[in-house]
């Protein structure tokens, strides 16, 4: 595979805090266009690995390229033009609760394009709202007035606003239901068919995996273990590959992916539920 079909290239990566190391010789690379899922344990690092990828934190060893460009500890005007190509969405969408919806939106527009006017700034954060699945008038909301699924989409909405090549996501569905948490899923995988995008999705949701991820990278024993499909990795011996993946949510995860890949789930009765959803998130915050 050359570097071009690379988006994220991590070698030997090393982190630790105090006493604890949390990486020593961590190597991933993320294919251009895929969705891949990060899992392991509560506490292998998987933010931490995020973090090291989009520089909020300097490893005490290794090398992170993103598109080819090594990327530690730089601030310079090569390392900021490939920091515009990503978007990221924090844990709880990390929204500033004193700004609206569309100000969050518009906040790395304003960092990045300065010159951009009052109008076009407010019909960009209003397109990339309603990409996101919310309503044009989920715009003049604070945070606090939206649900839990909406702070995620406009969370999502701020993600895009640079129009990313990467996206990063950390465990987006966390807190939704599942029949938000499968809409949420629908969303991403169309963003990424749609826009192309590359997707590094750190998840806890095996529904998720199922879905829509197209490798996933296992985190253990202070490394990423294996990296892989589904069926590639259920194909390994290791005992904590086999307990997740086999484990009863596990099975009940991969039997509903089945049940909906042979049409015996009904979809139509599962769009419904989805736009039920949509509606009362909608309502619940009054957009
Ligand atoms: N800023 C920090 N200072 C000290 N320790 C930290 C810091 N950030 C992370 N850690 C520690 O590093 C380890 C990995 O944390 P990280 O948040 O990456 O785990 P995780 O795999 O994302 O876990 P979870 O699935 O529970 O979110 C944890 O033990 C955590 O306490």
Redesign the pocket.
């Known amino acids: 595979m050359s570097d071009r079909d690379i988006a994220v290239h991590v070698a030997g990566l090393k982190n630790g805090?105090g006493e604890?190391v949390?990486h020593d010789g961590l190597d991933l690379d993320v294919k251009r266009g895929e969705i891949i899922g990060v899992v392991?344990g509560?506490?292998?690092?998987?933010?931490?690995?995020m973090r090291s990828i989009i520089g909020l934190q300097t490893p005490q060893a290794g090398e992170v390229e993103v598109f080819g460009i090594p990327m530690i500890g730089r601030e310079d005007t090569e390392a900021k033009s490939v920091r515009r190509r990503w978007g990221v969405l924090f844990q709880g969408g990390a929204l500033f609760s004193t700004l609206t919806v569309a100000e969050n939106v518009e906040v790395p527009l304003r960092e990045y394009y300065p010159r951009l006017g009052e109008k076009l700034l407010d019909e960009i954060a209003s397109y990339k709202i309603v990409m996101s699945g919310l309503a044009a008038e989920a715009g003049p909301k604070y945070p606090s007035e939206l649900s839990g699924g909406m702070r995620k989409r406009a969370g999502l909405a701020r993600a895009l606003a640079l129009d990313p090549e990467l996206l990063f996501l950390d465990e987006p569905t966390a807190g939704l239901d599942p029949i938000g948490a499968a809409a949420f899923d629908e969303l991403i995988k169309s963003l990424q068919q749609t826009l192309g995008l590359t997707v590094f999705l750190?998840t806890?949701d095996l529904d998720t995996l199922y879905a829509i991820c197209d490798r996933v990278a296992v985190?253990a024993d202070r490394k990423v273990i294996a990296v892989g499909t589904i069926e590639e990795l259920l194909a390994l011996d290791h005992p904590w590959i086999q307990e997740y993946f086999n484990g009863p949510r596990g099975r009940l995860a991969a039997d509903s992916a089945d049940r909906l890949r042979e049409g015996e789930l009904d979809e139509a009765q599962a769009d419904k539920a989805r736009q039920q959803q949509a509606a009362a998130e909608a309502t619940a915050g009054g957009a």
């Open positions: 805090f604890q949390v392991g509560s506490g292998t690092g998987k933010s931490v690995l750190i806890h985190l």
